[in-house]
Structure formats: structure tokens, C-alpha cells
């Protein structure tokens, strides 16, 4: 296409950028141009002003991607800023506790009181909200159990579809698996406290006749808090005569070997007693 002033080549347009320009700013001062963000003068290209006015400053900017316009108010914005008309339309949706006169046999699935027909009553609504929330199930009823909530580490997901709270205990958890052994994770054990010991791992009747052997992994070896909380369940493990296999952080070089050598060869597992403590 050719211009229809000048008749230059101007691709698929009307008019060439020249006489473009000429049009657009035609008896207009380009002197007393202004860049719309700074107030600096226009940046002028061979006589030609910019369409956009902005000066050789944000010009750049906005061929690096640093600059944008918003859509609604074509105000100029830095990248990734929120422009003012958004913030001042933004209306904040507060979230009504349920009301008293509905009332849903569904309960909320995480403390089991009334939610009004929703999955969480307001309460742990509001402290759930916009996060993955993993559940513990205890039986498929409502409520269904306990949140893992942020105190709870598990981010690994395993084989079978346990969360685990590292990449060792994935391993273990998925060798277990492998081999068909059956297994729990953090199963609760009472030791006649006010809080339950979660062993790692229980491999229940393992030994035949209702004999169960737990597995411990104790990865943070070396950290004394960590190391306290080690001391405090071994004593309880030896009172309770409980059959447990320790694994530690050297074993992690070949976890797998570990596991054969002191997991599948039954024979090897001395019943009641703390088996491979360091």
C-alpha cells in the first residue's frame, strides 16, 4: 500500500509514518510536547514527536517491557503494578458466619461443627482459606479428621499416596511399598502421656502373631533439640519393650541396601529391643 499524500510504500497503512505524524501534530508545537509520566519533553525522531508523548526515558522503558498501559484508564503503569482505577472498583467480599436458622446435616470436615451446608464452618474457613489443606482420615464419616496444617512438614507424596515429611522417608515409604509390606505413617502410640509417640513407620503383625515393628528415621541426628526429642522416645520405646529398627543419616547413602539388610531379613530382627542404635 502507498501513501495517499506522499505516495511512498507505507506496508498496510493509508498513510506513511511521516505524513502520519504531520497529520496527527499538524499546527501543534512539538516543543511544548510533554511526556505524560514524567513531564519531560517528548522524544522527538527525526522531527517526528512520539505518539504516545512519552519522553527517551520511559520510551525505553517501554520497549524493555519495563512500562504498560492499563486497558480500562490508559494510564502508564510499571510492570506489575496495580493501577488506581482497579483498587478504587475493588470491593472487599467479607465472608458472613453461617446462620443460626440454616442449619445442614453436613458438618464442616475439619472440626465437625455446623457449617451451614458447607464443607467448613466459618471459623476454619477463615483460617484455611487460600491454602492446601491435607487431611488425616480417620474413618469416611464427617468429620473426616485431623488438618495437617502448617505446623504439619509433609510435602513428599509417596507411592501408595502417604505424605511424608522428606525425601528419606519417600524412599523408605516406597521401598515398603514395593515390597508389600504392609505400613502405616505416623501411626499414633500410646505410651500413657498426654500426647501419643508417632513412630515412622509401623509395619503391623509383621512378625506374624500380632507382632508389630516400627521403623524410625532419625535424619536431623546432631541438632540437640532434635536429638532431646530422640532420647525422650527411646526411653519410652524400652519401657514398652517395642521392636524398632533405627535408620540414620548414613544409611541414607544406600537406603534401599539399609532396608534389606535390616528389614527383610526377619531373622536378624531381635523381637522387643531396639534393633541398630547408634
Known amino acids: ?28 508545537d512539538t516543543e511544548t510536547l510533554e511526556c505524560p509520566i514524567c513531564g519531560a519533553p517528548t522524544f522527538i525522531y527525526y522531527g517526528n514527536p512520539r505518539k504516545d508523548l512519552l519522553c527517551s526515558k520511559h520510551a525505553t522503558m517501554l520497549k524493555n517491557g519495563n512500562l504498560t498501559k492499563c486497558t480500562d484508564c490508559d494510564k502508564w503503569l510499571h510492570n506489575g503494578e496495580k493501577c488506581s482505577c482497579k483498587k478504587e472498583t475493588q470491593k472487599a467480599i467479607v465472608k458472613q ?16 461443627e455446623n457449617s451451614n451446608g458447607k464443607h467448613f ?64 505413617y505416623e501411626a499414633p502410640l500410646d505410651i500413657d502421656e498426654e500426647k501419643p509417640l508417632k513412630p515412622d513407620f509401623c509395619l503391623k503383625n509383621y512378625l506374624g502373631k500380632g507382632k508389630d515393628v516400627y521403623i524410625e528415621y532419625f535424619g536431623l541426628k546432631g541438632q540437640p533439640k532434635y536429638d532431646e ?15 524398632l529398627i533405627c535408620l540414620y543419616p548414613k544409611d541414607s547413602k544406600n537406603l534401599k541396601f539399609a532396608l ?8 536378624k530382627i531381635k523381637e522387643n529391643q531396639i534393633n541398630g542404635k547408634d
Open 260 to 267: 534389606q539388610t535390616k528389614v527383610l531379613n526377619k531373622d
Open 229 to 243: 526429642q530422640t532420647a525422650f522416645k527411646m526411653k519410652h520405646y524400652e519401657r514398652l519393650g517395642i521392636t
Open 1 to 28: 500500500m502507498y501513501c495517499e499524500i506522499c505516495g511512498k510504500w507505507s506496508e498496510k497503512y493509508p498513510l506513511c509514518k511521516d505524513c502520519y505524524y504531520e497529520e496527527e501534530y499538524e499546527g501543534m
Open 121 to 184: 464452618c466459618y471459623s476454619c474457613y477463615s483460617k484455611y482459606k487460600d491454602k492446601v489443606v491435607l487431611l488425616k482420615v480417620h474413618k469416611c464419616e464427617f468429620p473426616t479428621g485431623d488438618p495437617l496444617d502448617e505446623s504439619y512438614e509433609g510435602v513428599f507424596e509417596c507411592e501408595d499416596g502417604h505424605i511424608v515429611k522428606s525425601i528419606s522417608e519417600q524412599v523408605i515409604d516406597d521401598w515398603l511399598y514395593e515390597q508389600g509390606i504392609f505400613h502405616a
Open 97 to 112: 458466619p453461617p446462620k443460626e436458622d440454616s442449619i445442614s446435616d453436613l458438618t464442616c470436615i475439619v472440626c465437625g
